[in-house]
């Protein structure tokens, strides 16, 4: 299945993408509206609200993230591609995140107006 031109979201706040020890425990501060928690071999990795990230932890602030609206079936294709690559063109990186309904976007805040900016001129819609 293709998909053609996307609608996404914005969800409110700026988030960080924090990285852990691997052996750590998830912190209790790892919760809110969104959160992602990965664990592999290397790191844990967390991507939450960055207010509620202390300080000490090593952290890349300043994101921003789009939720697409789905869901989509496993067997679309095109999905990242119709969004990763009008923001490559336009020199600006993404990080992406797979959920078993949808996928969300992360952006850093200082390049966010423009890359919506790029997004809805490649055919996507914002909502709200």
């Not at 924090?18 to 509206?33: E, H, I, N």
Request: hydrophobic share 45%; aromatic share 10%; glycine share 8%.
């Amino acid at each position: 299945m293709k998909t053609g031109g996307q609608r996404f979201r914005v969800l409110p706040g700026q988030y960080a993408v924090c990285r852990l020890s691997p052996d750590a425990a998830v912190p209790a501060w790892a919760a809110g509206p969104f959160v992602n928690i990965t664990f592999t071999d290397d790191e844990l990795a967390i991507i939450c609200p960055a207010e509620r990230v202390p300080a000490e932890v090593r952290a890349e602030r300043d994101w921003r993230v789009l939720k697409l609206v789905g869901p989509f079936p496993f067997t679309a294709t095109g999905v990242l591609a119709s969004l990763a690559t009008p923001l490559a063109r336009s020199g600006i990186s993404l990080l992406s995140i797979a959920t078993y309904d949808t996928d969300y976007f992360l952006v850093k805040k200082d390049v966010f107006e423009d890359a919506a900016k790029v997004l809805i001129a490649a055919g996507h819609t914002r909502l709200g």
